[in-house]
């Protein structure tokens, strides 16, 4: 063993989660949502809450559950196209959203969890994004500074993980999640296999375990991971 | 006009599809073209889509369509897949739009008040592709040109688009401003003209039936 055993029951790891608390969720659509820990948030019902995420997902499920809920009093998102629940409490002003080009949200996280406060980008520099952002001017170009974000707390979908907390994404869940992994000060990992530590092989570890402080084994999915009937 | 659009996909490119219409470009391509697609969700070498019994849950495109791998694909995060777009490895990107303006400027992520879906990766594909192609419909559903003189939408990036497909035409941004290349079958040069909001230059060299 090289460090401390990890696993959770769900219930204490998201029992952690206060009201008010900035909450990054990983996924792109279904695959590496963490439908599972999403669902004991909505259990639990802590509110006011600030989510991170790249998508609202699709209604009924995902952070949808969250919106519905009520739970929710702030979204920081890039696309909510998918979820016409999203559309029209963001229009009812009983949401708040705030969009980001995609990869400027996802480079904000890694900067985040990189230790870093910012970077300088061109990106979004002819758009309404760029209303409220300080600009810098570097050789010349006039740059907008991206701020890091972080969270209270990181919710991460892996296929595989040891009780360090050694996490490996499956095909396109993998997304958001390595990266909301490093940049939140509380990171919660459900995973679908649960291996013994020395199980994992090194090379193909995506998160190092010690980014992450709890690790949930799913002994079932639920529907919500599977292919969705459109 | 999604036919026509296939054109621009040439062996060896790095091309990113945008969500809806560009999507359906692949319908039409020769499937042992050698190109290499993107998927913002950190996909390289995008294979054929999938039917619900055949699909992987895991393996999805930015539209959220069950796809395949092929030899030589590979997954990465989202920083990565951006890095990507920034970079400017990306030869071509195929993207929907609200409005196109007379300038090149493209306006596809808000329609403040009614429909606001937000921009994905939309403003980094439109600003760093090398090439920015727009596929859409002429007109929007109430009948307006969506070509137009100055977008009054918001923007996604400011003379970002090349070249414009819709179903009535065949466009190219020029520094002079907008000139008809083709027209579709059975529309006059004067019907395109009139139905679109951006001053039109028809070269004296004339203009194709595609």
Redesign the interface.
Known sequence: MIGADKTTSIEAAVSQIKDGNTVMIGGFGVPGTPFTLIEELVRQGQSGLTVIKNDSNMPGMGVDRLLENGQVAKLIVSHIGLNPNAVRMMNEKVLEVEFCAQGILAERIRCAGAGLHGFLTDIGIDTDLANDKTTTEIDGKTLLVEKALSADFALIHADRADPFGNLIYVGTARNFNPLMAMAADHTLAETETLVAVGDLRPEETHTPGPFVDGVVFLPKLSEYYGVVER | MIKRATDEIRPGMIVNLGIGLPTRVLDHLDANLAVCLH?????AGVGPSLS?ND????????G?T?VSTLPGTS?????V???L??RGRLDLTVLGAFQVAANG?LAN??IP?L??????????LA??ARRVVVLTTHQDKRGRSKIVKECSL?????GCVDRIYTDMAVLDVTKKGIVLREIAEGLSVDEVVAATDATLIVPDTGVVTF
């Open positions: 998927s913002e969700n950190g996909i619900n699909a992987d849950r895991n393996l999805i495109d930015a959220g069950y997954f990465f995060d989202s920083a897949s951006f890095s777009v920034r400027d992520w808000k008040e429909f606001t879906p937000g921009p994905g990766g939309a403003i980094e600003q760093k918001p923007l996604t990036a400011a």
